[in-house]
């Protein structure tokens, strides 16, 4: 990944944001689950599938940012 230039820094620096505000309102939405959920067992499955399915994605979306830049 080369950041030597505006562009690519640029990129790189809109990428990481989009990604801590998504994983804010990921742990936000995780938090209201395991709070006011029905069932916990539930709740817990529900939010672990999620984290598992949302670590997925931003790895894919990690990898095309090195392939773009």
Partial sequence: MDLSNY???IIAAVYYIL???MIFF???G?????RYG???MLALFVSALYI???MAILT??????HQIL
């Fill in 19 to 21: 990604a801590g505000i």
């Fill in 60 to 65: 894919q979306s990690y990898n095309t940012l």
């Fill in 52 to 54: 598992v399915f949302f």
């Fill in 30 to 34: 995780v938090y209201v689950l395991n």
């Fill in 7 to 9: 562009p690519n820094l």
């Fill in 26 to 28: 990921s742990l936000f």
């Fill in 38 to 40: 029905e069932s916990k």
